[in-house]
């Protein structure tokens, strides 16, 4: 998955809530991280927005 398409799925499910969920909710898929902190730690798109909806429990 591409970052360009990470970045429009969060908007697409959480609108402009988007950037607030990103910056602040810490997920323990992500090791206590949140989404900001996970792709600037190097985790792949991909794996991240699993954790994001596995979290939300939104189909993906």
């Known amino acids: 998955m591409q970052l360009q398409d990470f970045w429009e799925r969060m908007r697409e ?19 206590g991280r949140t989404v900001v902190e996970a792709l ?11 954790a994001v909806a596995k979290d939300r429990e939104l189909s993906f």
């Open 13 to 31: 499910e959480f609108g402009p809530l988007s950037d607030s969920f990103a910056r602040d909710h810490v997920m323990s898929e992500l090791g």
């Open 40 to 50: 600037r730690d190097g985790f792949d798109a991909k794996t991240v927005w699993a």
